[in-house]
């Protein structure tokens, strides 16, 4: 059996942020969190290597980080969606959610044969 | 961009990430102690899973700037670091940059101005001059390009080549709103002058058609926009208001856009008449609708899609019908059949006109071109310079680069290195030098011909200049990177890091190539300014051919303040008086024509003498006062000056007498006595020889140093016209006498204005303008240039006695004599001079022809200024060779040999 944990994709690591700052706005911390609760046993993030990816999509104009208040009363870099980045995130899915259909249907066909 | 925005505020963005990576691990470590990890435990739990904090930074730093712009930004850090410890080295190499890109940026300055700026109007390259190519048969005045009126009006009917064809004119008018009357420039033009230029107004409106109809129907005005806000102050109530012009009253129905000046680029216009009042702005001048009255410069604009070919193959077949039209119309000279056929045989030319039409660059074309040459030749030298510079720092940089190869960094990467360090000094050098542009700009306006209206130029930087001067800032470090970058990438690694001395000979046959070529183009430049030196001294030599000392000038013109002629000359007459009986008048003369301001009154003429001929070419003309010889210092070397037997009686017209000089006496009489032979202007069958030669007179200039001409002499007071210039020997100097001479002509009327008051000394310092120009600039830039190379000379052959210095000791341990040292490095020296000098010599040959023109007396080849600069230089070079030759004589055998 091979490792419960493989690494991510680069642009399956940029849709997953994504995906996770357009419910609300988070910090680098909170990201890392909701990653490893969501997909604890699956995929696995060297946490440090979440920053690299934010701040390229905030060159991008994707995202857009400020200094505000976390839970713990000290500043923390929050990420919010920005326009452009929320229409990204929709393409994004699409082509998944076409590529993962398009796998399936290959998958299944062979599972016929 | 956003890369460049990051490298501004990258502290900024350093503190945040830090800030952000301390956030997540202290809220990791605190959580897993919150789930009872012990607290050390917890901190390396945490550390491991984030991963190589250095790494991740490095990482987000590449985000941020982009590898390469990061690399980039250290380089210029680490040349910047460099540059600091070396100030002596950076400094040599900043000035080299800075006088190069300096000078060439000033000079382009002018050259953009003055030659290549379009006019600021509605698509200049659409637009054309139309000029007659042939025999117009037909009086004029006015120089280059000169046409009738009714011509361009028949042009511009041609709407199916042209949107418009236009003319206008140069006048001096004495113009006056309300105060006194100063000499203006004014502009005569047609009424669709400014609608076909597309020029609009600041205020009120330009002209139209309508204002251009009727001859002095239309007193009307446009003033320049740089008139309204000197004299008027930007009154915005001008409109309607008069303004006089030669005491006529014209109303001012507009200002034109503040951006246009007219479109001569040297004169600039405070007012625009309509041609239609040209009487009034011409005094005596009626001859508007002459067809055979050519004065006035024709522009037009082709209509879309019309190429300047197709126009001008368009507009012959209607031109030659016209010449047929012309020639059978009354009023037509009656002429020989030669002019006529001539005239019959004329064509029309267009040529591109984006600029518009000016004197002040036919003038300065060739002038500016030479000097923007030798500016780039400077700069040239400015680049080797650095070159050699960077080289010699190269061979102590050897052991570092050696070691940085060592480490693995790539070729790629150094050259970059070196690359960085080039463009940090040539832009260095380039924003010192458009810092110091506009003074030397400033310097340079005050050589062009005197005359040019004093706002035509600026010295200001323009988005054009910047542009340029970084456009050369950037060439120039390329080019000066050149050699050492090249240099770098042939180095092996091994030798660098295998010798001891760190220092490569590599590197000096390339050093001694870059001496080579500075001494080449140095040559080149020195015996150019040799030439313009001697040219300037042979004209100031030769002088004008009279006496200039003591002597001061300045012209009234009474016409222009409204005086009939007949008044006007007893106006002359009245101060003519005045200035005789002051005492601080030696003896006064006037002149209806000024001297030395390269324009002149001429016509052809006929002489009949044994049989009839035509001049073969234009004479000069002038009327003057019978003391103007005596005053002038100007002999008459037969025959008599004029006097009272020269006063027609009443009822005649037209001049009885006139006295030519040697120049016209030795043309067309040969060795005939000149005495009693009759002449007349114009050279027509209708041309009647009625003046009698009196007298001949030695030959002087006329319009300008250079030139010797026929001149043919009328007494002043016979002849038409009523405009003088003054010509005042004074006792005592000139400047004390100035404020007498004003007050004597502000007696006779005190709103007469005086023109070109100055003294002669420095009308011929002005005349000879250009050449002081040509000659200066050249002198000083090759003097830099010839330091520049005894630097580079001096730099290489230190070097060399250095690095031999191991080799020089053994020949003295064994015996040679210190002499030999010394021939050792001369003989080095020699070599690069003598096969600088072999390349240099064909290059002045070749690039002689290019300034011929702008010689005087002496050859572009002559001899002896190439003999002599080639002596100056070869012995400069040496010179700068002895010192480090004297050093490897004082060589110490011992300390040389326990160096190994």
């Given at each position: 059996m091979p490792s419960s944990k493989f690494p991510i994709p680069q642009g399956t690591l940029d849709m997953l942020i994504m995906q996770i700052v357009s419910l609300e706005p988070a910090h680098g911390y909170g990201i890392a969190q909701r990653l490893d609760q969501i997909s604890r046993s699956v995929v696995q993030a060297?946490?440090?290597?979440?920053y690299p990816a934010l701040h390229r999509l905030e060159l991008k104009g994707w995202l857009r980080g400020e200094w505000k208040q976390s839970e713990t009363g000290r500043e923390a870099r929050f990420y919010s969606l920005t326009a452009s980045g929320r229409r990204q995130l929709v393409a994004e899915k699409h082509s998944w959610a076409r590529l993962a259909s398009a796998v399936q249907l290959i998958f299944s066909e062979g599972a016929e044969s | 961009m956003r890369q460049l925005a990051n490298w501004l505020r990258r502290k900024r963005l350093e503190n945040g990430l830090d800030r952000e990576l301390r956030y997540h691990l202290d809220r990791r470590i605190s959580d897993l102690e919150g789930s009872g990890v012990p607290s050390r435990e917890a901190r390396r739990q945490a550390m491991l899973e984030f991963g190589g904090i250095g790494q991740i930074q490095e990482e987000v730093r590449d985000i941020w700037l982009t590898r390469w712009l990061r690399d980039f930004a250290y380089d210029l850090r680490f040349s910047l670091r460099s540059f600091l410890r070396t100030p002596s080295f950076t400094i040599t190499a900043v000035i080299s940059l800075m006088l190069g890109i300096g000078a060439t940026t000033a000079i382009y300055s002018l050259v953009d101005q003055v030659l290549l700026h379009g006019l600021p109007?509605?698509?200049?390259?659409?637009l054309v001059l139309i000029d007659w190519q042939g025999d117009q048969v037909a009086k004029g005045f006015g120089s280059w390009n000169l046409m009738s009126y009714p011509i361009c009006r028949d042009l511009d009917e041609r709407k199916d080549l042209f949107e418009g064809v236009f003319c206008r004119a140069l006048t001096t008018v004495n113009l006056s709103t309300g105060g006194d009357y100063r000499p203006a420039t004014a502009e005569i033009v047609s009424g669709n002058y400014f609608s076909v230029l597309g020029v609009g107004a600041s205020i009120g409106r330009v002209f139209a058609i309508d204002d251009d109809g009727v001859p002095d129907a239309n007193p009307v005005a446009v003033l320049s926009y740089d008139y309204w806000q000197m004299e008027l102050g930007g009154a915005p109530d001008v409109l309607g208001r008069k303004v006089l012009v030669n005491r006529h009253p014209l109303t001012i129905i507009g200002v034109a856009a503040?951006?246009?000046?007219?479109?001569d680029v040297g004169e600039v216009p405070s007012v625009w008449i309509p041609a239609s009042m040209s009487g009034q702005a011409i005094p005596g001048f009626k001859d508007l609708l002459d067809r055979r009255t050519r004065w006035m410069q024709v522009l037009g604009r082709l209509n879309q899609g019309v190429t300047l070919e197709r126009a001008e193959i368009g507009l012959q077949p209607w031109f030659r019908a016209m010449l047929q039209e012309d020639v059978r119309r009354a009023g037509f000279p009656v002429t020989t059949p030669e002019r006529r056929w001539d005239f019959l045989n004329s064509s029309i030319v267009l040529t591109a006109a984006p600029q518009g039409h000016s004197a002040l660059r036919r003038r300065l074309l060739e002038p500016l071109w030479v000097v923007f040459a030798v500016t780039a030749v400077l700069l040239g030298l400015a680049c080797l310079n650095v070159s050699g510079l960077f080289l010699a720092r190269g061979s102590t940089r050897d052991r570092e680069i050696g070691t940085r190869l060592a480490l693995g960094a790539s070729r790629g990467r150094l050259g970059r290195q070196l690359l960085a360090d080039s463009l940090l000094i040539a832009l260095t050098g380039g924003f010192l030098g458009i810092a110091t542009a506009p003074i030397a700009v400033r310097a340079l306006i005050a050589f062009l011909p005197a005359g040019t209206a004093p706002t035509a130029l600026h010295a200001g930087v323009d988005f054009r200049l910047l542009l340029f001067a970084f456009v050369v800032s950037v060439a120039a470090g390329l080019l000066s990177g050149l050699a050492p970058a090249w240099q770098a990438g042939r180095r092996s690694l091994m030798s660098s890091l295998r010798e001891r001395s760190g220092t490569a000979f590599g590197g000096v046959r390339l050093r001694k190539a870059i001496v080579t070529a500075q001494i080449a183009l140095t040559l080149t430049l020195a015996v150019g300014a040799a030439l313009f030196l001697r040219t300037l001294h042979a004209l100031m030599a030769k002088g004008p051919g009279f006496t200039t000392s003591s002597l001061i000038s300045f012209g009234i013109d009474p016409l222009r303040s409204g005086y009939p002629t007949e008044e006007g000359n007893r106006l002359i007459r009245r101060v003519d008086e005045a200035i005789r009986e002051?005492?601080?008048?030696?003896t006064s003369a006037i002149a209806r024509f000024p001297l030395l301001t390269g324009g002149s009154w001429n016509n052809q003429m006929t002489v009949l003498a044994d049989k009839r001929v035509s001049t073969d070419r234009d004479v000069n003309l002038n009327a003057v006062t019978p003391d103007f010889f005596q005053t002038m210092g100007i002999r008459i070397i037969a025959g008599r000056n004029f006097d009272e037997r020269d006063v027609r009686a009443p009822g005649e017209s037209g001049w009885r007498s006139a006295i030519v000089n040697e120049a016209f006496a030795k043309r067309y009489l040969g060795d005939r006595n000149p005495l009693g032979v009759l002449v007349c202007q114009g050279s027509g069958p209708d041309a009647k020889p009625n003046i009698e030669i009196v007298g001949v007179m030695s030959n002087f200039s006329y319009r300008g140093l250079r030139e010797e001409s026929e001149q043919v002499y009328f007494p002043f007071f016979e002849g038409e016209g009523a405009g003088g210039t003054f010509y005042v020997k004074v006792r005592g100097t000139p400047q004390s006498s100035l404020a007498s001479l004003r007050a004597i002509v502000h007696g006779a009327d005190p709103s007469l204005p005086m023109t070109d008051f100055r003294t002669v000394d420095e009308q011929v310092d002005r005349s000879l303008n250009t050449e002081h120009l040509l000659a200066t600039l050249s002198g000083t830039f090759s003097t830099l240039a010839l330091l520049l190379s005894l630097v580079g000379l001096y730099g290489v052959m230190s070097f060399v006695v250095t690095q031999r210095a191991h080799e020089i000791g053994i020949r003295l341990a064994l015996g040679a004599m210190p002499w030999s040292a010394v021939w050792l490095v001369l003989r080095d020296a020699s070599a690069m001079i003598l096969s600088g000098m072999g390349i240099g010599l064909p290059l002045v040959w070749a690039l002689g022809r290019f300034v011929q023109s702008q010689l005087y007396d002496v050859k572009p080849s002559d001899p002896a200024v190439i003999a002599i600069t080639v002596l100056v230089l070869s012995s400069a070079g040496l010179g700068a060779a002895l010192i480090p030759a004297h050093r490897a004589s004082r060589v110490n055998p011992t300390d040389a040999l326990r160096a190994e």
């Open positions: 060297n946490q440090g290597s979440l | 109007v509605r698509q200049p390259q659409r503040s951006t246009f000046k007219g479109i002051s005492p601080i008048t030696q």
